[in-house]
């Protein structure tokens, strides 16, 4: 009786794996069908193994011959993300600058950064500053350069724990002096990028900060906006240097 039991242990698998082979689309059986073979080859021979029926290094051979079947065509598949992996590391933080304020947004933590470039507090930290101070300087840049207007604006809110998307301030961001196109660098700067990129490169670069700074998933509008413009930027430099 206790014969049985692996016997029909066996059949009811094969009977459950039935089911599921004639559940699926025509196109995908064979493929699994030949999968699950190679499992079966496996198990029977680890089994073989522990009973002492076949030496360890036949199951070496077996093992090593499922690989080449199907774990080559699995780690091809896998490939193009693995690399994506190891270029991921060359990505730097997002830096938005302009002639008096220098702007670094930390893409893990949402953490801003920031350095003043010009005037009364050049060199200092945003840090080093009061918040009274930070506004002060806002308000003497408004006129003569709105971006850094706009981004010490952003700056205060998160100070305050606050976001800072509000319609007072989009409504004078879609000017020329807010959002004129960067320059090659500048773009560069904005979207993290190694200083040799392709195509490739820069929509990755372009999707991790969109998944950070798209308005929809709490991010900023004024900061997508200059991310929007630095992709293009850099897709038509890419272009004009392939022709």
């Known amino acids: 009786m206790t014969r049985l039991i692996p016997i029909l242990i066996i059949l009811f698998l094969l009977w459950l794996f039935y089911r599921k082979i004639k559940a699926m689309p025509a196109t995908e059986r064979r ?3 030949l999968q699950y073979l190679v499992y079966g080859l496996l198990g029977i021979v680890v089994l073989a193994v522990i009973t002492g029926r076949i030496h360890w290094l036949g199951a070496v051979a077996a093992g090593a011959l499922a690989f080449a079947k ?7 598949r896998l490939l193009p993300f693995l690399q994506m992996g190891q270029r991921a ?9 302009t002639e008096h304020i220098e702007f670094t947004l930390d893409v893990k933590s949402g953490a ?4 003043v470039l010009s005037g009364e507090h050049a060199g200092k930290n945003l840090n080093e500053l009061s918040s009274q101070e930070i506004e002060t300087l806002r308000q003497s840049l408004e006129a003569k350069d709105k971006r850094a207007w706009h981004l010490l604006g952003i700056y205060l809110q998160r100070r305050q724990g606050k976001s800072h998307n509000n319609k007072a301030d989009n409504a004078n961001q879609y000017n020329s002096q807010a959002v004129a196109a960067p320059s090659v660098e500048e773009a560069i700067l904005i979207l993290g990028l190694p200083e040799e990129f392709d195509k490739k490169d820069l929509n990755y670069a372009y999707k991790r900060l969109m998944q950070k700074l798209h ?3 709490g991010g900023n509008e004024y900061l997508a906006s200059r991310v929007n ?3 293009d930027v850099l897709t038509n430099h890419l272009n004009n240097k392939n022709t």
């Open 89 to 97: 590391g060359l990505f730097k933080n997002p830096m938005f600058r």
């Open 112 to 115: 801003i950064t920031g350095q």
């Open 229 to 231: 413009l630095a992709r």
């Open 31 to 33: 493929a699994k069908i």
């Open 70 to 76: 199907f774990g080559a065509s699995t780690f091809m």
């Open 215 to 217: 308005p929809d998933r």
